[in-house]
C-alpha cells in the first residue's frame, strides 16, 4: 500500500472543529482513503473512507483533494472524547482491501 | 454496527507459560481476522491475516511456531503466544472483516498481555 504522512501531534479545544490532514502524494488510481482511530488503550474504531469525492457520516467529513494526494478529516466539533491517535490508511481496491496496514498517526489533544 | 469481542482483557503470566486470546465476531461471520500488537507509544504492527478453516499467514518477522492462531470457525479466532517471555507482553488487538463489506475493519477491544 501506498504511503501517508501525518502529523505527530495536534492539539484542540472542545467545541472547536479540527482538521486532520493526511498527504498521500503517491496514491494510486485504485486506492481507498481510510481514517481510523484509536482511543487510549482501546483497539481502533472505523471514522470513514472515500475514494474521490467527499464523505460524510456521523462521526467526521473528509474532504478529498482533487489531485487525490491530499486529504483532511475534519471533525466538527471537537469532545474530550475525540482526543485519540488518528490514522490515515491507503488500502486497494484491487487486493480485495486484504490488510490493514498503520502508520504512526496523529495523536489529537483536546482541551476543554 | 458489528461487535468483536475479544478475551481476556488483561492477562499476567509467568515467563515460559503459555496464553490463549480469544477473538469472537458476535454478530456477523468473519471469513478474516487480524491479529495486531502494539507496543507502548508505538503503532499497530500486523501480525498476522488468519482466514477461517485455512492456515493462517504470517508477516514477515513473526515467529509461526511461537504465535500459534486458529480459526476454526466463522466467529472465532485464537492467538497463543507459546512459552512467553517479558518481550513479549504488549497489547494485542484483532479484528474482523465482514463477509461483504470488505473496506470496514471491526477491532477488539484488545488485550494487555503481561510476562513476568
Known amino acids: 500500500d501506498a504511503k501517508t504522512t501525518q502529523p505527530n501531534s495536534m492539539e484542540s479545544n472542545e467545541e472547536e472543529p479540527v482538521h486532520l490532514p493526511c498527504n498521500h502524494s503517491t496514491i494510486s488510481g485504485t486506492d481507498y482513503i481510510h481514517w481510523y482511530r484509536q482511543l487510549p488503550s482501546q483497539g481502533p474504531e472505523y471514522v470513514i473512507h472515500?475514494?474521490?469525492s467527499n464523505v460524510n457520516n456521523r462521526m467526521a467529513s473528509l474532504a478529498i483533494a482533487e489531485d487525490r494526494k491530499s486529504s483532511t478529516l475534519i471533525l466538527h466539533r471537537a469532545t474530550l472524547r475525540d482526543a485519540a491517535v488518528y490514522y490515515c490508511?491507503?488500502?486497494?481496491?484491487?487486493?480485495?482491501?486484504?490488510?490493514?496496514?498503520f502508520g504512526t498517526g496523529t495523536r489529537l489533544l483536546v482541551s476543554p | 454496527g458489528a461487535v468483536v469481542s475479544q478475551h481476556p482483557s488483561r492477562v499476567i503470566c509467568k515467563s515460559g507459560t503459555s496464553v490463549k486470546i480469544e477473538c469472537r465476531s458476535l454478530?456477523?461471520?468473519?471469513?478474516?481476522m487480524f491479529w495486531y500488537r502494539q507496543f507502548p507509544k508505538q503503532s499497530l504492527m500486523l501480525m498476522a491475516t488468519s482466514n477461517e478453516g485455512s492456515k493462517a499467514t504470517y508477516e514477515q518477522g513473526v515467529e509461526k511456531d511461537k504465535f500459534l492462531i486458529n480459526h476454526a470457525s466463522l466467529t472465532l479466532s485464537t492467538l497463543t503466544v507459546t512459552s512467553a517471555h517479558p518481550e513479549d507482553s504488549s497489547f494485542y488487538i484483532c479484528?474482523?472483516?465482514?463477509?461483504?463489506?470488505?473496506?470496514?475493519?471491526?477491532f477488539g477491544s484488545g488485550t494487555q498481555l503481561s510476562v513476568l
Open positions: 454478530d456477523f461471520q468473519a471469513t478474516t
Open positions: 490508511i491507503l488500502r486497494a481496491l484491487n487486493t480485495g482491501f486484504q490488510k490493514l496496514v
Open positions: 472515500g475514494l474521490t
Open positions: 479484528s474482523a472483516r465482514v463477509s461483504g463489506l470488505p473496506e470496514k475493519l471491526f
